[in-house]
C-alpha cells in the first residue's frame, strides 16, 4: 500500500495577473486530498473517489491502456485517463505502477469549496508517477501553477510564473489580527476559466498593474496592521476590478458591511476573505453558512 497526500489551496492575491508574471500571495489548506494505491494482480486498475462525507463520487474501471472499462462518469474518466497517461509520458516506468492496482482518492473538503480537486490530484499522482508536478499540470490542466505550489509546501508562498517557469519561495505570512479574518463561501462553483477569457479579453498594457499588484502581495504578505492590510484589499480589489471589467464582490454582493472583503481566485464564487469585526454574525444573517476562521483554514 502506497499513501500521497497534497494540500488545498487559496490564492490570496494575483489573481488573473500572476498569469502574465505578478507575483501572488497564496497560502496551503489544512484541507487537502489523499490517494491511496493497493496491488490487486490482476492487471487492471480500479478507481474510487470518495466525498469528505465518505460517499463514492465516481468510480471506474480501466484496461492495460487506461481506456476505461466501465465508468460513473464519462467526462472525469477521460480526464483522469489523460492524466495518467501524461504521467506515464513523463516517466514510462510508472506502467509498472499502473498494471493491477486499485486507487482510492479522498477528498478533505467539499467539492464545491473551490480549494483544488483538480491540483491535489495531479500532485498526487505525480508523487506517485514520481514525474514533474508542474509539468504534468501544463500538459493537461494548464494554468498559473500557484495551486501545485500549495500542494507541495506546508507554508504560504509567494509564487511567480515567469516565462512559463514557476518559482516559489515561503514567507512568515501569520498576522497578529488573524482573529479577524475569515473565509466565506459563496454558495456556488466558479469555473476560472471563464475568469481566465474574461481577462484575457484585456489587451491593455499590464505592466504598471503587474507591478503594483506583486507590490501589495508583499505588502500584505509583511503585513502588521489590521488597518493597513483592509487598505491593501481595498487597492487590490481596484486593481483588479479595472483589469477584468467587473464590480467588486463587495459592490455586487455586501455594500454595507463594515469591514473589507477581498474575492479569492477567479472572481464570481468559492471563497472570499472577509476581514473586520463581526464577520461571521453579518454573513451568516446574509444566509452564508460555510465560514472558516483563519485558523480553521490556513495551514
Known sequence: MKNYRSNGKLLMSAEYLVLDGAEALAVPTKKGQTLTVFNNFNGFLYWKSFTVGGSIWFEAEFDSNLKPITTTNNEVSTTLSIFLQVALMLNPDFLSELKGCNVETHLEFEQNWGLGSSSTLIANISKWAN??????????????????????????????????????????????????????????????????KKYREFTNDKTEYIKKISDISYSMANCIDLKEFRKLIGQHESIIAEVTQQKTVKELLFPDFKGSVKSLGAWGGDFVMAVGDNVESYFMKKGYKTILSYSEMVK
Not at 151 to 158: E, N, Q, R, S, V
Not at 180 to 195: A, E, M, P, T
Open 131 to 196: 514525474v514533474d508536478p508542474f509539468v504534468l499540470q501544463q500538459e493537461t490542466f494548464p494554468g498559473s501553477g500557484y495551486d501545485i505550489a500549495c500542494a507541495l509546501t506546508d507554508k504560504p508562498i509567494i509564487y511567480q510564473l515567469f516565462e512559463r517557469d514557476p518559482s516559489y519561495a515561503t514567507v512568515r505570512f501569520n498576522p497578529f489580527f488573524a482573529d479577524n479574518i475569515f473565509f466565506v463561501h459563496l454558495n456556488k462553483k466558479q469555473n476560472s476559466r471563464d475568469g481566465i
